[in-house]
């Protein structure tokens, strides 16, 4: 047993799949004020099994089909949560909710400021990340650095399934404000073991392995990428990475990066999106005007191609960065020498997401 801000869970291996089906079965089921409102959350399907038979247990008053209306429906998901609702609105993919920015930005995260903290707005929208399969320029986009800059608005990249179970529950049943979640769609068939204590605060940055020679703050799936590169170069070069799971994009605990760069001296970004004004750019600001004399080289970071996701597979392989890119650049950055990565050592990562949609 861990304890999860005093709440006990036992820990056994999880999906993220079935994290994200078991924290909303439970908001639901602690709480009548909860409703799920997305395209599919009622179907066969489920979104993608998150949501599979919850209309059915719960009924169709609170776990509902919405129209391809997205700024309609965030409007109605803000109105419900200023009259006491809680919603969970979801986008089948992080680019939809790009036809709701004005009722995000504009509404949910300025009440609270607007009319001096008399009115909250509590509400949990899930954006799912798409990538392989020929997701596309429209379908792969990863939106996190946009949204962590709006004040008001907690941005969050659960990379694992306890992150999944401890953030969804403490924001439905702590959290006073709008929470957007990025959940990356490669993750969910994945199976997690390890045992994980959590902070007071779920959202809080996360340090997930313990090392010396660089640190490596990584969002998302490129956690299990940090994870992967990290065990290949201390076997094979005998490289000890520290790797922070940066978790709250928007809320990062900056003294938990400074501290590990201290001891460091070298930083290493690994985000899932674009370089430039995101998150990389962001932590770099952050050692830069801190203290960026504890840097010993220059930072080094990677992301997507800065360019919009092509379609043919080919082509999708060389615009998101490799687990050969991560260590190329990785183990340059420490030891300032060229190493080609050897296939047969490095482990086996994710299963590629085929599909259907």
Not at 102 to 117: E, F, L, P, R
Request: a neutral charge.
């Amino acid at each position: 047993m861990v304890s999860i801000y005093s709440k006990p869970v036992t820990i056994k291996s999880l999906s993220y799949r079935n994290a994200l089906l078991q924290s909303m079965s439970n908001a639901l089921s602690q709480h009548s004020h909860v409703i799920i409102m997305g395209q599919g959350v009622d179907d066969h399907k489920g979104t993608f099994g998150s949501t599979l038979g919850l209309a059915e247990k719960y009924g169709k008053m609170r776990v509902f089909d919405i129209p391809l209306s997205e700024e309609g429906n965030t409007g109605m998901a803000v109105g419900a949560a200023l009259n006491g609702v809680y919603p969970i609105q979801t986008h089948i993919r992080t680019d939809f909710s790009l036809l709701a920015m004005s009722q995000i930005v504009n509404m949910a995260a300025k009440y609270k400021y607007m009319y001096g903290g008399h009115f909250n707005v509590p509400m949990l929208i899930r954006l799912i990340i798409g990538r392989s399969w020929g997701q596309g320029a429209q379908h792969s986009q990863s939106l996190q650095s946009l949204f962590a800059h709006i004040p008001g608005l907690q941005v969050i990249m659960p990379s694992n399934a306890y992150s999944i179970m401890s953030s969804y529950d403490y924001a439905v049943n702590h959290y006073k404000g709008p929470v957007i979640s990025f959940e990356h769609r490669i993750l969910y068939d994945i199976e997690f073991n390890e045992n994980v204590v959590y902070d007071a605060d779920p959202f809080n940055s996360k340090k997930v392995r313990e090392g010396s020679d660089v640190t490596i703050v990584a969002t998302s799936i490129m956690v299990i990428e940090a994870l992967r590169a990290a065990d290949y170069v201390q076997k094979t070069l005998n490289l000890n990475c520290e790797i922070i799971d940066l978790h709250s994009v928007s809320h990062m605990d900056k003294k938990l990066i400074l501290d590990s760069v201290k001891k460091t001296g070298k930083l290493f970004v690994a985000d899932t999106s674009w370089q430039a004004y995101g998150v990389a750019a962001e932590i770099s600001r952050l050692i830069c005007e801190e203290d960026p004399s504890i840097l010993k080289a220059a930072v080094v970071s990677i992301g997507m191609q800065p360019a919009p996701c092509p379609t043919t597979q080919s082509l999708e392989k060389l615009f998101y960065p490799s687990i050969y890119d991560f260590i190329s650049k990785l183990t340059f950055l420490i030891t300032g020498k060229t190493h080609i990565p050897d296939e047969n050592k490095i482990s086996e990562g994710y299963k590629k997401f085929k599909g259907p949609f």
